[in-house]
């Protein structure tokens, strides 16, 4: 036998027996092998084959890894070191075939190849699978057909939490089904979610095992996650799934989380909670980092081990060495991430020896996409922060920007100079940037200018009155202490003797209980609760200074304050931390005193306020426009009260700003429908598409917008390189009506400086219908224009006038039986006619 050979041989006969395969060599294997409970694996030496049922008309089997039956299990095709494995793909077919087994193994010693010949094509394992994890990986017969004809609709998860539940009579009632729902913590899957699930079926059907989720935080990814658990156990295309998160805190919640929604037909488990009978359960979650250490996902499980590899936060969880965690196992893979792609794609990559900390996250984010499959940077599924909004489960921020005159000068290119004397009496100047804040900076009047800003613009609780509940984001542990204290010490005098210093608290690694505070904020009792109003349960503390343990999938949906008292450089940590307010709220879920629920105004959570002191909406817009501005009283410099101010300081490479500080801007901008630029980079990237194409450009300039609109029908949309549709640039360019494919080009090569708004056009077809009738009843034409607007906006009002059930205006809230009798006669005929005749209800649609 060759010597390349014979090594390759030794090398797999190790891995073989450290994968805990029993070795017998030819004609050895004991007389009662059929009986044997264990595994058994023959291995063949060609040279002395003889005939026997290893051996095949076309050839013979390496090794052969029977059963406990001894029955052939897996066919593994050996090739010489310096051969690549793939070349005996096809002779391995054959044996398989011949000997009726479905799974086969390629190998040269060094790479190794499993195929499973039902599911797909060959996999790459960097371990052997154990002859238990193999045996059960054949209980899993796979069928797309049956996953893509399950039927997946809104209460497919409440009817694994609660089989009968619409028998029942709270839920038949409907009056009372909205407690019932409540009482039974029941879980519908909303439209867009329903979206995911059948474009996951969509892609199984066109062959592909990876998907990609990218869905905006707080649009429910865990939810959405779960029910594609169900819909692979429930069509029996897996046995077992692996849910990997990248932090402790998440691993938890995701494991209550799965409890709470399909406890009743899967079991969940923490893999280091259930070291011993982790294979009991269906569904497994588990850090990365338990299993990187030490490569121990090599030395606990087998590729084979696990169907389907769920990967939260994606971007963070398959990042760098965590690859190796998430390519190990064999099956299906899924990726959620809240980070879109197209956040960096004004990044100009171009030099590649770039610092710019935004050259490593791109990275990250297109090999995020490589690895599941979306070369084309089109996710399976995609759900912006601008969709929710839009659709009402999301709420987009205020952003604050304030800047101290020291974060300015920080900020900008000179830098923060300091003059000092040194130890030996000379003269000195140092140059402290934005990214030297805190770590060798500090100052304790910005910090003070900082939390007094905060305190005095934060958003309220609508029901008590407090400061609404916040998180503020520190640069460093003891950066957070001091925060946190100044903010009690503020507090105390804000709010009289209703903290003793526990309104605010630190929330970092070093502190002890840290996880179980960020819990207990969630659910409304750090540290109390009640403490304005007893009967509303809302946490006595009210901000949490952490530095980065409440990012990622943080979820607490009554927050109204975020601060940003670090730069940030990440634009995931951006992403992230932005997301940590976007989920909507009803702050009287928490009121448990009827008489007072009347009183409350604005109940329900319409936005949060964004503090940014250091330019980060800035940093990652590039140009990010504030139009209101607050100008605020500057903070009394040190000394001036009896302090004792002193000069600078510089030691140990810290310098130690002890003068005043005052506050230079606070600038606040609302965010529209339009949202944030980061999240209008699809419409951006579709008009660069649309201008560089040379047919349609010379269409545009001849005036053919037939042509036009034909070729970019046929041509440009719904292709692979990013799944252009006029939906989806309707929802991008966020108007608040239907824009026609028309006006959308028209915008694009600059023919219109911007959309109307749905009033606008509402205001030009009324005065249309005015100068063809010309209404001599001046006084009336406003009673005329409320109804015209009614009848073209809503289809209601539509549907009350031409069937004349005027009897039901009484209850409409858009035009009452009020607005229709102050209509004369004659207009309450003709506003129906013209607009059937004249206006196109289409462009008015949302």
Known sequence: MPEKEATARIKINKMLEAAGWRFFPEGSAPANIRREPSVTIKSIDLDALGDNFEKTTKGFVDFLLLDAKGFPLIVLEAKAEGKNPLFAKEQARKYSRSQNCRFVILSNGNLHYFWDLERGGPYVITSFPTPDSVIGYQKVTPNAERLIAEQVSDDYIALTQRPNYRSEAGWRNEAERPGYIQANKLRFLRPYQLKAIHSLQEAVGDGKDRFLFEMATGTGKTLTAAAVIKLFLRSGNVRRVLFLVDRLELEDQAKKAFAALLSGDFQTVIYKENRDDWRRAEIVVTTVQSLLFNNKYQKLFSPTDFDLVISDEAHRSIGGNARAVFDYFIGYKLGLTATPRDYLRRFDSSDPGTRD????????L???????????SQPTFRYSLLDGVKEGYLVNPTVVDARTEVTTELLSEEGFVVSFTDDTGEDQQQTFKQREFEKRFFADATNQLFCKTFLENALRDPVSGEIGKSIIFSVSQNHAAKLAQVLNQMADRMFPGKYQSDFAVQVT??????????????NN???????FLPAYKTSKARVCVTVGMMTTGYDCTDILNLGLFRPIFSPTDFIQ????????????????????????????KKT????????NSEYFEEEFNYDEVLKLPPPKAKGEEGTGGTGPVVAGGTYEHLGADILSTIMEETIGHEGMKIDRMFFEKFEETVRENETIAKAVEAGEWGRVIDYVNREVFDKPDEYYTLDKLRKAAAADRRLTLREILEKVFGLIPRFKSKDELLEEEFAKFVADYKPDEATAIPAIKTYFKAYVTSG????????????????????????????PQKYRVLVPEYVKDYVSLNQFAA
Do not use: W
């Open 577 to 604: 931390i932005k997301g940590c307010g976007t989920r909507t709220h009803n702050f009287l879920d928490q009121l448990f005193d009827d008489s007072i629920r009347d009183s409350v105004r604005n109940p329900s």
């Open 796 to 823: 209601r009002v539509r549907d009350i006038i031409d069937s004349r059930q005027f009897t039901d205006l009484a209850t409409n809230p858009m035009f009452s039986t009020r607005d229709f009798r102050a209509v």
């Open 366 to 376: 297109l090999d995020t996409y490589r690895t599941f499959g979306c070369e084309n």
């Open 525 to 531: 009792n750090l540290l109390g609760s009640g403490n």
């Open 608 to 615: 949060f306020k964004l503090f940014d002191f250091f330019a």
């Open 357 to 364: 900390p935004r050259e490593a996250e791109r990275r990250l």
């Open 509 to 522: 690694s070093q502190i002890p209980d840290a996880q179980q505070f960020t819990i207990n904020f969630s």
